[in-house]
């Protein structure tokens, strides 16, 4: 209930802190009562912008918390993985090279280069036998060719440059109703999906050889959490860009306070994610008004020090 | 971790295969009770790099809007050109290609270094963020105070000290551990990349097509300048470095051998990477970060000797020689100062990563 009302209050925030300041009495008004005036029109915009954040943080929460899952890696994440960053180089190919504009047409590079990149670092990583600091390393590793890839293409064309530059930082700002309605069915799918996943994933954690007597089919789990990250990444980085560490915090708060089970991790971490991206993306808009800070480096400068928080706390055997 | 060992010998090589494992090794004694292993194969490695580098800078010196053939070029470095391509040779081109050799040794030496502390074959400088907090400082000067070219590089250079100093802090806990390095490394670095992206937003379009042309790495443009004081920081960082190289040998046996052996642990390690930070930073800053130079060039080198250990010589060649062949081939490839040397040397590492995922992995060394 708590998390819930805390997700509510972001959201208020989100519609109501901008460029232009807003009354709660206007956001009122613009929410139930729109006539179309100045006010209106901002918490129209703010609207779907704040929808497109819940969604993109709810997908980034619960694949991160899959992927921490499944590879039974407490250093997971979208980001550090290098989907986010193997979605995005898809879509900028898709963009300069295929004139591929809208995003219902790219999504589906997201998803190839998402899933590419998934198995890739996952192959790279070792297999059963990764590591987390070997999964990292390959996650990285990846995405640094695959930022020289995105630069050797926006020295190439001008016109990826002034789009791209953009994009690729990871930002809500973009944001229109068009947008979500086209991602909207694949982010539904890839979180039931993941929510559906909480009971084999609980098997998964024990251990192969647990997880096979307790009579969980490992195989068709792993595909399927592949599927559900892959679903929730891509749609979230075509429709916003890469954005990093969402995914790697939240799952942790959550498991501070639920415990080890998924079944309550994951819902958790699905109401709990949209309130740090949504968060960060106020703060962005308060701390650089009246321009803003786009969510992606927001997210980033906080998730950096909790990443190295975790790395330090941890002693070597959990590791 | 302690089980990932860069070190173990090259099981799949066809001389360990074949029960030749014993490298043709020569000590040399001196009266003090100093010696010194000499490899054979590893020599005739480093011999063969250095004709290689100096090949391809031969070639690269001659090429471009006005090319020179290899005999001029020789004949011109020697004195004996004409004026024009006395010129050409020593002003304009010669330049370039010594900043080419000493950034690619420094990054092939950095790379080694951080390599072998890390213990782990992906531990580059590129990969722990040092040379996107180079690039921080770059882009600092380009998109905020739109500052000139001897700007930007004294910010790259503060930059890479700067995030080398902050990994290092970050990461020790009762001595610093090659895990937690390279974890902390990654988180800075994407922080770092982060900002980058957040001030390439900011610059407007100039500024923004100047700082990209700058971080994918270029050596376009580069002249005496930039040579001396790279050369002044290598003559004084390459005998310390060889200095501490035994060190470092014990080192990759883990720390508590290391102690047993009479090692000074944390503070070779101090040295060896403030060394290796140094040459990252001031060769960022002559020419940008040039990808996976430092990543490939020490692996490269190792399967080239075929002896364990960081190899610094031999990638220290190796990384000079695949720097100056790259920017050869870039130019050969798609004309003159088209696509800058970085570019090349990306797609040469995603090519080494794949190779990699093929190879390192079977092993289970990564």
Redesign the interface.
Known sequence: MAAAGLLALVALASIAIGAKELTLAQVWHGLFQSTGSYGDVVVDERLSRTVLGLLVGAALGLAGAVLQALTRNP?ADP??LGINAGASAAVVTAMTFFGVSSVSGYVWFAFAGAAAVGA?VW?????R?A????L???G???S??L???L??V???D?AA??KM??W???SLATATDTTILQVLPFLGAGMVLALLLARPLNAVEMGDDTARALGANLNRTRALSMLAATLLCGAATAACGPI??VGLMVPHVVRSFTGPDLRWILPYAAVLSPVLLLGSDVVGRIVARPAE??V??V???I???V??LL??RRR?AQ? | MRTVRKTTPDTSAPAAAAGTARPLGRALRAPGGLSLRLDARALAVVAALLLAALTASVLLIGTGDFPISAGDVLRTLVGGGDRGQEFIVRELRLPRVLVGLLVGASLGLAGALFQSVTRNPLGSPDVLGLSAGATAGALVMIVLFSGSAAAVTGGALVGGLATGLAIYLLAWKQGVHGYRLVLVGIGVSAVVTAVNGYLITKADFVDAARAVVWMTGSLNGRDWTQVWPLLALFAVLLPLVLSQARGLRMLEMGDDVSYALGVRVERVRLVLMVSAVLLTAAATAACGPVTFVALTAPQLARRLTRSPGPNLVPSLCMGATLLVTADWAAQRLFGADQLPVGVVTGVLGGLYLLWLLVTERRAGRI
């Not at chain 1, 192959?123 to 297999?127: E, I, T, Y």
């Not at chain 1, 590591?131 to 070997?134: F, G, I």
């Open positions: 250093l980001g550090l890739l192959f790279l990583g070792g297999s036998g590591t987390p600091v070997r990292a390393l390959a990285t590793a990846i640094a060719a930022y020289g890839y630069q050797a926006m020295i190439t001008d440059l002034g530059r953009f690729t930082v990871g990093v560490f800070l786009q992606g480096v997210t980033a400068v998730g950096g020090p990443f190295i790395v330090r070597t590791l």
